[in-house]
């Protein structure tokens, strides 16, 4: 806060402002990491029904496919999918990471600024959302002679 502040504005409103902006990072903050959270679970779901049929679809007898379905289709389909899920456990992880050396700077500035400081720092345990192994061995099976999927 600025030296002056306190003679412009009672403190009480100086708080609620505060408190404000605070409430609006987070909220901000937890809306992109749910909505990642919920991509996560979409792709994995995803990926465990087209995993899932595609193991139902090989060991069983053959299968006329749809002019859409093709096994190239399901293939692309696949390799799609998988690049989503790879983007957006990255994205997550850029959402979880703190940046000690700036976190440790923050401090050193703050350590030379007059008065009392806080600084807050949320944490929640979280679910994130994974591909079954056995569906992931299947997917190797089933694409052995394709490098580029595995």
């Given at each position: 806060?600025?030296?002056?502040?306190?003679?412009?504005?009672?403190?009480?409103?100086?708080?609620?402002?505060?408190?404000?902006?605070?409430?609006?990072?987070?909220?901000?903050?937890?809306?992109?990491?749910?909505?990642?959270?919920?991509?996560l679970?979409?792709?994995?779901?995803?990926?465990?029904?087209?995993?899932?049929?595609?193991?139902?679809?090989?060991?069983?007898?053959?299968?006329i496919?749809?002019?859409?379905?093709?096994?190239?289709?399901?293939?692309?389909?696949?390799?799609?999918?998988?690049?989503?899920?790879?983007?957006?456990?990255?994205?997550?992880?850029?959402?979880?990471?703190v940046d000690?050396?700036?976190?440790?700077?923050?401090?050193?500035?703050?350590?030379?600024?007059?008065?009392?400081?806080?600084?807050?720092?949320?944490?929640?345990?979280?679910?994130?959302?994974?591909?079954?192994?056995?569906?992931?061995?299947?997917?190797?099976?089933?694409?052995?002679?394709?490098?580029?999927?595995?």
């Amino acid at each position: 806060m600025k030296e002056g502040a306190l003679q412009v504005k009672p403190k009480q409103e100086i708080v609620k402002e505060l408190i404000g902006i605070i409430r609006g990072d987070t909220e901000q903050g937890n809306q992109e990491y749910r909505e990642t959270i919920r991509t996560l679970s979409t792709i994995s779901q995803r990926l465990a029904v087209s995993l899932g049929a595609s193991s139902t679809q090989s060991s069983s007898a053959p299968v006329i496919a749809s002019p859409r379905e093709t096994p190239q289709d399901e293939t692309l389909e696949l390799e799609m999918l998988l690049l989503q899920y790879s983007d957006v456990l990255a994205k997550l992880e850029n959402l979880r990471r703190v940046d000690q050396i700036k976190l440790l700077d923050f401090a050193k500035y703050l350590k030379n600024r007059q008065g009392q400081k806080y600084v807050y720092m949320f944490y929640q345990s979280e679910f994130i959302p994974q591909i079954d192994t056995r569906i992931l061995s299947q997917f190797e099976s089933l694409y052995q002679d394709n490098p580029a999927m595995l």
